[in-house]
């Protein structure tokens, strides 16, 4: 199978490109290893406001439905079911369905295959009953399934309490918060405002998750001894980080940036990878908020429609501008701190040529 | 914390068994991966890597961003050999075997 290009991952990155780039006359190939595409936007219902382009305020699962009519209403090809397994000398990406492996060749590639959740170990932590919170947040708003009546949650970020809001609106009961730092963690103060009489147990961690074949006990040590608690479901939320065996088996170089999740790939301003044809966009590029994930698939695609001469290079200049210009507004300043370290790294490299737009917005300082 | 506890679930591997190679010169994910199974299970790691890398930095007195990740190789994803097999005329089977032989192929 041959395409101009070929993008791994039909999440709101994957998706963004793919639009772009179809808009510009680009031949593009869709693949997701889900039936449905749409990644992890599918079981987000909560609202999101700070979109690019003005859009106006949104639950995550309305965006992803208005995602997935264009992209129905497009020339994309759309290859769900479809995973990615590995890459082959020449170069391609190699695709299977289950039955057969084939491969693809494309000008250029995308992987926007996005981030996974940290896991957390404590003795009992592989009984059932355990679960991250993305786990919880599929289960109740994707498969329609009550994880449990009464939780536990281990650790107290942005995610934590996005979570705990949605269980609680399924009727879950929230036993405590159970953060090993010596604050909560998340600063988001319309999420942590109508959250009602939950108990915070701060400097504290599991000692032991117990029952038979399922959770049932939890003993928590916190400052002022062994707390016990009566709990079915025990919900992680200790972070994302970017996916990384498909940048691995395409040759990418890697870099860490801890605020961006730890090891990602790196990469210059055009969102091109250490491999001159792959480029990345998306959590795969630093764990971000969902505005940001949906510009570096639009940057991503500007690049490789500059690359293959879809459109001139003033034109693909003003759109990248525009995007980076949106993208440092939208983005928590620190992510996008790291984020320009990440370039300035690439900037150092001979193959990667700085351009003047970067350079402009950082009031031609370069950090790093 | 209770060195009994699980830290590979896949493979069933637990905090003293991991010690334990670390005792015996392991530096690296890559290192307790040969000695133990750790990371060869059905998840290749997307579960115990981050634990594991917990376990190498605090026994060997680093920061987590010193301690590297898993060497990761193709399959990304379980797939039956007869399935990677198909149209194997293709470039299939040499990538498996060049992939293997590659240089460059550092201990993270
Ligand atoms: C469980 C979970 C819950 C999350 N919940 C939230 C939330 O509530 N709010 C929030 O702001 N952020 C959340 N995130 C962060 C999330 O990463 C972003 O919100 C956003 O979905 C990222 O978009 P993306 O397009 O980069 O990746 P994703 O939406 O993750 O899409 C990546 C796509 O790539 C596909 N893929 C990956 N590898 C392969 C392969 N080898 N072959 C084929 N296809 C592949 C996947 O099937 C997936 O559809 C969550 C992340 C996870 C993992
Ligand atoms: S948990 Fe270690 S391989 Fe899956």
Not at chain 1, 92 to 121: M, P, R, S
Not at chain 2, 57 to 79: E, F, T, W
Request: aromatic content about 6%; glycine content about 8%.
């Amino acid at each position: 199978m041959k395409t101009d290009l070929l993008i791994i991952g039909a999440g709101p990155a994957g998706i963004n490109a793919a639009l772009t780039a179809d808009a510009a006359g680009a031949e593009v190939i869709l693949v997701d290893e889900s039936l449905q595409p749409g990644g992890q936007l599918r079981q987000q219902t909560q609202l999101f406001s700070n979109l690019p382009k003005n859009k106006k305020k949104t639950r995550g699962t309305s965006l992803n439905n208005h995602l997935v009519e264009s992209l129905n209403a497009s020339n994309v090809k759309v290859l769900s079911n479809h995973a990615m397994v590995g890459s082959y000398l020449n170069g391609n990406i190699g695709v299977t369905d289950g039955f057969k492996t084939f491969e693809i060749h494309a000008k250029k590639y995308i992987l926007a295959t996005g981030a996974q959740e940290e896991g957390k170990i404590f003795p009992g932590w592989t009984l059932p009953g355990v679960m991250t919170a993305g786990a919880a947040q599929i289960l109740i708003n994707r498969e329609l399934v009550l994880p449990g009546k009464n939780a536990v949650i281990v650790g107290s970020n942005d995610f934590a309490f996005e979570v705990i809001k949605q269980l609680r609106i399924c009727g879950v009961s929230i036993k405590a918060v159970v953060e090993d730092k010596d604050q909560l963690q998340s600063e988001k103060q319309d999420l942590l405002s109508d959250l009602g009489n939950i108990t915070f147990l701060t400097n504290s961690t599991i000692e032991l998750a117990s029952g038979s074949g399922e959770v049932e006990h939890v003993s928590i040590r916190t400052p002022s001894g062994i707390k016990e608690l009566e709990a079915d479901f025990i919900c992680i939320s200790n972070g994302f980080t970017p996916i990384l065996e498909p940048f691995e088996v395409m040759n990418c170089k890697f870099t860490y940036k801890e605020i961006l999740g730890g090891w990602l790939p790196a990469y210059n301003m055009n969102f091109q990878t250490t491999n001159s044809n792959c480029y990345l966009a998306g959590s795969a590029a630093g764990i971000t908020t969902l505005g940001p994930i949906l510009l570096t698939g639009e940057i991503a695609a500007w690049s490789v429609l500059e690359e293959l001469e879809f459109i001139s290079p003033r034109e693909a200049h003003n759109q990248k501008k525009e995007c980076w210009e949106e993208l440092m507004t939208l983005e928590n300043n620190n992510v996008f701190q790291k984020r320009t370290e990440i370039i300035a790294d690439s900037l150092l490299q001979d193959n990667w040529n700085p351009k003047s737009y970067f350079t402009e917005l950082q009031g031609g300082q370069i950090h790093g | 914390m209770d060195k009994s506890t699980i830290v590979c679930r896949c493979e069933e591997i637990n905090i003293d068994e991991i010690e334990n190679a670390l005792k015996n010169g392991a530096q690296t994910f890559d290192d307790i991966k040969r000695l133990t199974r750790t990371g060869m299970g059905s998840c290749q790691s997307k579960v115990c890597l981050h634990p594991v890398r917990e376990i190498i930095a605090d026994y060997h007195n680093k920061d987590l961003q010193d301690v590297g990740i898993s060497r990761m190789r193709i399959p990304l994803k379980p797939i039956r050999m007869g399935t990677l097999a198909t149209e194997s005329k293709d470039s299939n089977v040499a990538s498996v075997f060049g992939e293997s032989v590659e240089e460059g192929d550092e201990n993270r």
